[in-house]
């Protein structure tokens, strides 16, 4: 996680806060203590206030309904690979409700234009 969070913060800079829900993944001293080392403040949520995270819970949501739900792994590699290629369908192709159902990333799918057409 630690790896995760600061390429992200290489590419778009460290934040002043990370806001976050109360799970184990937060409660972590060496998470917490690397954070406090760059400057960078929690902000938890209100425990059983999914509102206030909507974004994340919605796509969890639709992670195990839409993916989780109906797929066996193997392998971590075969997770790895499988979840990835679900996650660039989801960021880039695929129609959400909340954007009333245009593409999320429009710029990055553009149907094949056939000749004479």
Known sequence: ML??????????????YLRSDNGPEFVAEILRGWLQRLGVKTLF???GSPWENGYIESFNGKLRYEFL??????TVLE???VTETWMREYITIRPHNSREY???APEAYQPLQLANA
Request: aromatic share 6%; net charge negative.
């Open 79 to 81: 997770a790895r690979v």
């Open 45 to 47: 949520i209100e425990p």
């Open 69 to 74: 739900d109906g797929e066996i792994f193997d």
């Open 102 to 104: 245009r593409l999320p």
């Open 3 to 16: 790896e995760c969070l600061a390429e992200l913060f290489i590419i778009h800079g460290t934040p002043d």
